[in-house]
């Protein structure tokens, strides 16, 4: 159901329903139910469910979000930076985002399930990721033997250091860097 096509007071639950589910799912992760994000945005589960079928639905909806914020972001990064820059601040901007948004850190962790709700959002962040590294390893900023899958599975590890997250990001892109 399109958003533009819905009446106002409908779109106005959809908005609380994500507003809520995404406040959630960032503070809690995806263990919360469908009637406790229903009864916290002063909705009906009924409610929830028309605009979202399946909780899966809910979290593809608020995870393609990010999904695509940070795939506009690798974008404009690759536009403007140098490839190593880029590689970097992309790498930094997808890990503080997963410490600040345990959902969000919950996909991560998991390539299949990233790629996917990354695919329904037509956000490929993986992808972008993968091509920034490989222009910053081809530019010599990021060392030859790091595989994607090393990058993801750091950018994974860090994530879970939420209150001490800078120390651990500098120590991870110091390693990444050849210089």
Known sequence: MADERLRADARRNRARVLEVAAEAFATEG????????????????????????????????????????????????????????????????????????????????????????GERAGADLCGRLQELLAAAQKAGAVRPDVSYVDVRALMSACMTRKDEL??????????????
């Open 166 to 179: 800078e120390p651990i990001l500098g120590v991870v892109t110091d390693g990444l860097s050849t210089a």
């Open 30 to 117: 995806f263990s919360v139910p469908v009637a406790e994000i229903a009864r916290r945005a002063g909705v009906g589960t009924g409610t929830v469910s028309r605009h979202f079928p399946t909780k899966e639905d809910l979290v593809a909806a608020i995870v393609g979000s990010r999904l695509a914020e940070l795939t506009v972001k690798a974008d404009e990064l690759a536009r403007r930076e140098d490839p190593g820059t880029a590689f970097f601040a992309l790498f930094t901007a997808f890990v503080r985002a997963g410490a600040e948004d345990c959902g969000l850190a919950e996909v991560a962790g998991d390539d299949r399930r990233l790629d996917e709700l």
